[in-house]
Structures are given as structure tokens and as C-alpha cells.
């Protein structure tokens, strides 16, 4: 495997159903982020871990958790969500050093998230 | 105000001419950096090109080269002879570095070639 996987692909869910999504990035990066891009808007940052920590929740519902147990995985575990959760959720990684913003995201094939 | 505008929400261009995508930002962070993605109907965001703020040329990768005019806060992306596979949406994204972690993305230009 290389860049970063995403699974799986394709999620229906119930709104009463958890689920978890997976990220696994293969290119030794140590920044892991999780976005939310629904119909007709802007690519939405959720949560960014860096060394394994989270360093941002950009105001996300608790109904979303994220979990990074090593600096090469990433989960969105997600419970009792609405039909307004529908989206492609895309992880991503980076190598974050001194100059961050000259670190280029990469980002795995999303999961495309349907809840009914 | 937004960050990163990009203005065209469709464009249609001929196989294998050029074609130019608009992105405009605001910042007044003196160090930033400028990607361009591409993204497919599959959904991945796929990594074209980065310009950074204190760059003194424009990035060019294979077909693509951004127009990078600093004082006018424009970083549009060229693409040359354009290919049916160059059809797809395109963002506009921008890390400061002051904002750590924060990639801040445009609403996107759809992309179609034409045969």
C-alpha cells in the first residue's frame, strides 16, 4: 500500500447506527487530519493531530470522535449522526516541521458517508 | 472576508489547449504557502503544485504552472494542453504560518474538456 488508504470506500448508516471510518497514511508523516466536504462547500477541516495529539477541533459535534493511537492511523468513530452528516469525509497527512505551511497535504480516496 | 476565492465555478476548455483557473487570496501573513488540488468524480484530492510566499519563480510540474503575482494576491493555476483526463474539480488552497495547521481551501472550479 502507499500514500494514504482510506476504508471503507462507502458507509450507509442509521442515524441510531456507530460506525468507524479508518485512515492509514504509508509515507511517514507525523500530521493526520480528518475533513468534511458536503455538496456545494468549502472543504471543512474537523480535527488535526500532530505527533499523535490533537491540536484542533474546529467546532466539531460530539457525535463525531476522532482517535489516533500512532502517528500512522487515524479513526473517525461516528454515533447517532444526521442525514446533514452526509458527506465525503477525506483523511490526510503531513510531514509537519519548522515552516508548516510549506508542507503539502496529502489526502487518501475519502469515504463517502450516507446517513438515513 | 474569504481567504481563498475562486471565481469561475465552471469552465470548459478544447482538448489540448490551455486554460487558465483563477484563485485569489487574502492574507497578511508575510510566509504562506499555495496548493493546488485536483479532485476527480472518484473523490480524491489529488496534489498538484505549491507556490510558496517568498518563491521568486513560478512553480511549474509537468502541464501545470501557477501564475504567481504576489502583489496582486493571485495564484492562478495554467493548465497546458489540456487532456480529457484534466476533467475534474480544482481547489485553490492556502496554509499561513501563523495558522499552524489550518489548510484553507477555495470553493473549487469545475474543469471539462472537451474532445
Known amino acids: 500500500e502507499t500514500g494514504v488508504t482510506q476504508t471503507p470506500r462507502h458507509l450507509v448508516m442509521g442515524m441510531t447506527n456507530k460506525k468507524s471510518l479508518k485512515c492509514e497514511q504509508h509515507l511517514g508523516h507525523n500530521a493526520m487530519y480528518w475533513y468534511k466536504q458536503s455538496a456545494k462547500k468549502p472543504l471543512e477541516l474537523m480535527f488535526v493531530?500532530?505527533?499523535?495529539?490533537?491540536?484542533e477541533n474546529n467546532s466539531v459535534p460530539s457525535r463525531f470522535s476522532p482517535e489516533c493511537p500512532n502517528s500512522s492511523h487515524l479513526f473517525l468513530h461516528l454515533h447517532t449522526l444526521q442525514p446533514e452528516d452526509s458527506a465525503l469525509y477525506l483523511c490526510?497527512?503531513?510531514?509537519?516541521?519548522?515552516?508548516?505551511?510549506?508542507?503539502?497535504?496529502?489526502f487518501g480516496p475519502g469515504t463517502r458517508l450516507l446517513v438515513l | 472576508a474569504q481567504k481563498i476565492t475562486q471565481t469561475q465555478p465552471g469552465m470548459f476548455v478544447q482538448e489540448k489547449e490551455a486554460v487558465t483557473l483563477d484563485c485569489t487570496y487574502d492574507t497578511s501573513d508575510p510566509s504562506y504557502g499555495l496548493f493546488w488540488y485536483k479532485q476527480p468524480s472518484s473523490g480524491e484530492m489529488i496534489f498538484l503544485i505549491y507556490q510558496g510566499s517568498y518563491d521568486q519563480q513560478n512553480a511549474t510540474e509537468g502541464r501545470y504552472s501557477l501564475n504567481f503575482q504576489k502583489a496582486r494576491k493571485s495564484a492562478n493555476l495554467v493548465i497546458s494542453a489540456s487532456q480529457l483526463g484534466d476533467s475534474a474539480m480544482y481547489f485553490c488552497?492556502?496554509?499561513?504560518?501563523?495558522?499552524?495547521?489550518?489548510?484553507?481551501f477555495g470553493g473549487g472550479t469545475r474543469l471539462m474538456v472537451k474532445p
Open positions: 488552497a492556502m496554509r499561513e504560518s501563523l495558522a499552524g495547521n489550518m489548510l484553507t
Open positions: 493531530y500532530s505527533l499523535e495529539e490533537r491540536v
Open positions: 490526510a497527512s503531513s510531514q509537519d516541521r519548522a515552516r508548516t505551511y510549506q508542507e503539502t497535504q496529502y
